[in-house]
């Protein structure tokens, strides 16, 4: 009698175990980047270059699908020009083409560093054996 009271609760249990799990679309929050943006930290191979060069004054200004800069220093572009993500919805990379030039072509991280939305960019140019990681931070 134990084992059939046993072999019903193992057949209950079970049953009432199996439920269909409801999934849920992964969602991805936009990621947004029109705004200024100044420059908080430049690496060459690893090496911190920030202390190196005068980065305060810059800034990028990104509005809509184009792209301002406010100052000349050591960047991927050095005019004004436009801007598109590889994926929209998943980007990895962004596409800064200036004016006068072709596309310039950077992965692309979105983290978030002590509260605030970072953008980092790393382009190698010219050598892959140098590369450049540039820090940006939303300027409020």
Do not use: H
């Amino acid at each position: 009698m134990k084992k059939i009271l046993f072999l019903l609760l193992l057949f209950a249990a079970g049953l009432f175990a199996c439920r269909t799990e409801r999934l849920e679309k992964a969602y991805e929050p936009v990621k947004e980047v029109n705004g200024n943006w100044k420059i908080v930290s430049v690496l060459r191979n690893g090496t911190d270059l920030t202390a190196r060069f005068d980065f305060s004054k810059f800034r990028i200004s990104f509005i809509d699908s184009a792209y301002a800069l406010s100052e000349q220093v050591p960047f991927l572009v050095s005019t004004n020009g436009t801007w598109r993500f590889d994926d929209p919805a998943y980007p990895f990379k962004i596409a800064l083409t200036a004016k006068d030039s072709s596309a310039k072509t950077s992965s692309l991280l979105f983290p978030v560093v002590g509260g605030k939305r970072n953008m980092v960019l790393t382009i190698s140019p010219g050598c892959r054996a140098n590369s450049y990681q540039y820090t940006l931070q939303k300027v409020d």
